[in-house]
């Protein structure tokens, strides 16, 4: 928060998961405290996107991390760039649904939200 474009925003959004130690209010009430124009996005319990992400580390855990035996980390990239190639040739990709007009709706609610607490 303290580098550019970040310090000068007027809003920037932080997308966090919903652990107990960043959700809720408290947690929303915290963070603005000490940056006034974060506006925190709680993502949902049961993120079928988030388990997408979750299940591709998991498949690099499996087939590329272990065991860790990389002589250097020039041969992990290498192994990592490797294995991003071949799984990009059998992998599908998933069905976003958070579209714009979500998004746009998400704003309004917010913007709303941080009115009615300034008055």
Request: hydrophobic residues 45%.
């Amino acid at each position: 928060m303290s580098q550019e474009p970040y310090r000068s925003a007027a809003r920037v959004f932080w997308i966090i998961d919903n652990c107990s130690t960043r959700r809720g209010q408290k947690c929303v009430q915290r963070l603005q405290a000490r940056w006034p124009s974060i506006i925190p996005v709680h993502t949902p319990i049961h993120a079928s996107w988030l388990n997408q992400i979750e299940i591709y580390f998991s498949v690099i855990q499996r087939k590329v991390l272990m065991p860790n035996d990389f002589d250097s980390l020039s041969k992990l990239e290498a192994a990592l760039l490797a294995f991003q190639e071949s799984y990009e040739k059998s992998a599908d990709p998933f069905q976003w649904i958070f579209a714009r007009e979500d998004l746009a709706k998400l704003i309004i609610r917010l913007n709303a939200n941080s009115l009615a607490q300034a008055a």
